[in-house]
């Protein structure tokens, strides 16, 4: 079946219209042949065009406007025994730029946007498969970018990225997110906010998984490591500003048990060890900041408030660590140094003292 031909204007079209029905139009089937070894091929293919800048043919699959729109089903045939044939969906090469690939779900007046789910298939005995998204290779690579949609009169969608649960007594999946070789940066950031708003604006929380019956996930972060340098810096900081944010560190309270320790230490050296510094920041205005180091209270009614140890270090071969108490220079006169014990909150008349 072929239309005719055109010199001068549009070759003529090919209509293959099924019949109008009071219930249902008729179906409109297109097949190859069987074969003994292979099965034919349906090609469909858009004009192609002879002139020195023309543009072949577009082509369109989709169903027709309704009260109901149909559905459209692009899927390859199943197997009996070997694979099922491959899904491909691509633009061709081109010497400039080459076509985009838009997959999108339609838009709705009232009712919720339709969703665009991308699944890798499952397995019964063996494993399922992976999905990939990569962005192509170039002089310089490109991006893959993940955005939820914006939100007109409420908030912005959320982005989850989550790994599957286990089979009983097996791990959930894990979840990485590393940047490329070569110094790549990775950026968790919270949302930016630019009008005055109360409570948390943009945080950014690591967690460690909860555990019903076993202990709870660790959190953990940690600087890169060197083979022959130096080992990458950890740094908790909060931002400079008009005024700027507290850090705090500090384990979880305890309902029934023991609360967790604080250790701060630095790491053991075959030479000398790292120091540990802890201070107050300098003011150029007022009173230099404050350091607290303090036991914690008890509210029990036989048991001491916690201790304050301050203990130098010891040596197996020379003398143990010196500790050094002193108050900071000034220039009127030095600071003072005061020991001075707690005072006694409840007693009886006469005084234990007396």
Do not use: H
């Amino acid at each position: 079946m072929r239309a005719s031909i055109s010199e001068e204007a549009s070759g003529g079209q090919i209509v293959i219209e099924s019949g109008l029905g009071a219930r249902t139009g008729g179906d409109i089937s297109i097949s190859a042949g069987e074969g003994g070894v292979s099965g034919g091929a349906v090609s469909m293919l858009s004009g192609t065009s002879s002139g020195a800048v023309g543009m072949s043919g577009a082509m369109s699959i989709g169903s027709n406007d309704a009260e109901s729109s149909g559905s459209v089903s692009i899927t390859s045939g199943g197997a009996l025994e070997g694979m099922s044939g491959q899904l491909e969906i691509q633009t061709g090469n081109a010497e400039s730029s080459s076509g985009s690939v838009l997959i999108g779900s339609g838009d709705s007046e009232v009712g919720d946007g339709s969703n665009v789910e991308i699944s890798a298939g499952r397995s019964v005995t063996a494993s399922g498969g992976s999905m990939i998204a990569k962005a192509g290779s170039g002089a310089e690579g490109g991006d893959v970018q993940i955005q939820s949609g914006f939100g007109s009169s409420g908030s912005g969608g959320d982005i989850r990225i989550r790994a599957d649960t286990g089979s009983e007594g097996s791990f959930g999946g894990n979840v990485l997110v590393a940047a490329g070789e070569g110094g790549g940066k990775a950026t968790l950031q919270g949302g930016s906010l630019s009008e005055l708003r109360v409570g948390d604006n943009g945080a950014v929380e690591v967690v460690g998984g909860s555990g019903i019956e076993s202990d709870g996930g660790m959190a953990r972060v940690s600087g890169g490591s060197s083979m022959t340098g130096v080992t990458g810096q950890v740094v908790a900081e909060s931002s400079d500003g008009s005024s700027t944010g507290s850090v705090l560190i500090r384990t979880g309270k305890a309902s029934s048990g023991s609360s967790g320790s604080v250790n701060i230490e630095s790491g053991g050296s075959q030479s000398d060890a790292g120091e540990i510094a802890i201070g107050a920041g300098t003011s150029d205005g007022g009173m230099g900041g404050l350091i607290t180091v303090q036991g914690g209270d008890s509210e029990a009614g036989n048991a001491e408030g916690g201790m304050v140890n301050l203990m130098a270090g010891s040596s197996s071969s020379a003398a143990g660590g010196r500790m050094l108490l002193r108050s900071g220079d000034g220039s009127t006169s030095g600071g003072s140094l005061e020991l001075m014990s707690g005072t006694c909150l409840l007693y009886t008349s006469p005084s234990p003292r007396d």
